[in-house]
């Protein structure tokens, strides 16, 4: 127990350290970046001095590094991620608003990936069709060499939802994944004992195949998590579906240093969370012998 105790924390502390470094970036930038000092209100004629006096010294306190990074830090613990320049309201607020929208659609992407991957992947390999696994992998391989941003500008010009460009930047990655995985289970030999015992398709592909490959398939799960927030953004941005995408486009447009620093650590803990869930389940290892007792005989 203690190896793999402590492997766990090892992860743990290493994505911990990760996050906690992405965040001195990120508050550095906010601080140094070329144009922080610089605030477009104070071209605003109704301002009067006074006011652009107080902008400028809550500016002229920002740039201490020092003093500005751990009262940062304060305020990100409570939820505070600051000022957005461009829309004139917290950044945790904004991105409060846009994460359901990216949460749904990367959901809805991974599930109909997962559905369509799982069920070619098991007609390709389990079932032994061999021409059907060659043409799903040359349809998997053709479908991998469009990039996310061609099939985003698709979906935009023919008005379709955005988690279709999600669900076709991870299906590939699903289907040749899992499709190795089972391909390699088909041949074991509890596999062959179960058909040669007469035991029902089904059951042999439920018990013997899918329920010793499950770890392995969570695992590879938590793996496309990565792939589908990360196709979102530039699905989100050119489909113009109000999510995070589209928020980090407008950011960047509007050289909103605060806004884009705020929504990188949120992608940044995000992705931290589902590698190290990749992490432990992929490493936690194999236990294939419990599916002969699921079926008896």
């Not at 970036?25 to 000092?37: D, F, I, M, R």
């Not at 010294?57 to 320049?85: H, I, K, T, V, W």
């Not at 391909?183 to 035991?199: I, N, P, Q």
């Amino acid at each position: 127990m203690g190896a793999p105790i402590g492997g766990i924390l090892a992860r743990v502390v290493e994505s911990v350290a990760t996050l906690a470094l992405a965040f001195a970036a990120g508050a550095s930038l906010v601080c140094l970046a070329p144009g922080s000092g610089v605030d477009e209100r104070e071209l605003n004629s109704d301002l009067g001095p006074q006011a652009i006096e107080s902008l400028r010294r809550a500016r002229a306190a920002n740039r201490d590094l020092a003093a500005f990074l751990p009262e940062y830090g304060r305020r990100a613990m409570r939820g505070d991620l600051g000022q957005s320049q461009a829309f004139n309201q917290p950044v945790s607020t904004l991105i409060a608003e846009r994460l359901p929208v990216t949460a749904a659609a990367v959901g809805k992407g991974l599930a109909l990936a997962w559905t369509l991957g799982l069920v070619l992947a098991i007609t390709g390999s389990v079932a032994r069709r061999r021409v059907f696994a060659i043409l799903f992998s040359f349809g998997a391989g053709a479908l991998a060499c469009i990039p996310v941003a061609l099939a985003a500008l698709a979906l935009a010009i023919w008005k379709l939802p955005a988690f279709l460009g999600i669900a076709m930047a991870v299906l590939p990655k699903v289907y040749g994944c899992a499709e190795a995985l089972l391909r390699d289970r088909a041949g074991h030999t509890s596999v062959l004992g179960a058909r040669a015992r007469g035991l029902a398709s089904w059951r042999v592909i439920t018990a013997h195949i899918l329920l010793p490959a499950a770890r392995p398939l969570l695992a590879l799960a938590a793996v496309t998590v990565l792939t589908g927030v990360g196709s979102a953004i530039p699905v989100e941005a050119l489909t113009d579906q109000p999510g995070m995408g589209q928020l980090a486009w407008r950011a960047t447009l509007a050289r909103d240093v605060p806004l884009l620093v705020g929504l990188t650590l949120v992608i940044t803990a995000l992705m931290l969370i589902a590698n190290l869930a990749a992490d432990l389940l992929g490493g936690a290892g194999g236990e294939e012998k419990h599916a002969a007792a699921a079926v008896g005989g």
